[in-house]
């Protein structure tokens, strides 16, 4: 499967964005997803993941109660709309698949950036004070 990301840019702290995948190239109702970011000091982290259903939802805590991760099945994307941003926010943003016949328990592995086989190219998130 491949993946795109978009919807990155530049924003003022306290606004807000909304970043899509699109996937293309398999059945994304089949994959579970996730989004993760980098920056030029830190490792990828996680970010928020959601189930290939959509019934379930993972935030790191420093996404909890301001990013909220959905996924659109009929159209092949997912979404992450970010609030109440921060410059600490600032970062590339990638969006990463793994498909749910090959993984017995996604709920204790979704944070990992190794449970992911497919990684979009990332967009640049960057959130000024």
């Known amino acids: 499967v491949q993946l795109q990301a978009s919807g990155g840019g530049s924003v003022q702290a306290g606004g807000s964005l909304r970043l899509s995948c699109t996937a293309s190239?398999?059945?994304?109702?089949?994959?579970?997803m996730g989004w993760f970011r980098q920056t030029s000091e830190k490792e990828r982290e996680f970010v928020a993941a959601v189930s290939a259903t959509g019934s379930s939802q993972y935030y790191a805590d420093s996404s909890k109660g301001r990013f909220v991760i959905s996924r659109d099945n009929a159209k092949n994307i997912v979404y992450l709309q970010m609030n109440s941003l921060k410059p600490e926010d600032t970062a590339i943003y990638f969006c990463?698949?793994?498909?749910?016949?090959?993984?017995?328990?996604?709920?204790?592995?979704?944070?990992?950036?190794?449970?992911?086989?497919?990684w979009g190219q990332g967009t640049l998130v960057t959130v000024s004070s």
């Open positions: 990463a698949a793994r498909n749910k016949w090959n993984i017995h328990d996604f709920s204790s592995a979704y944070s990992s950036r190794y449970t992911y086989y497919y």
């Open positions: 190239g398999g059945a994304f109702s089949a994959h579970h």
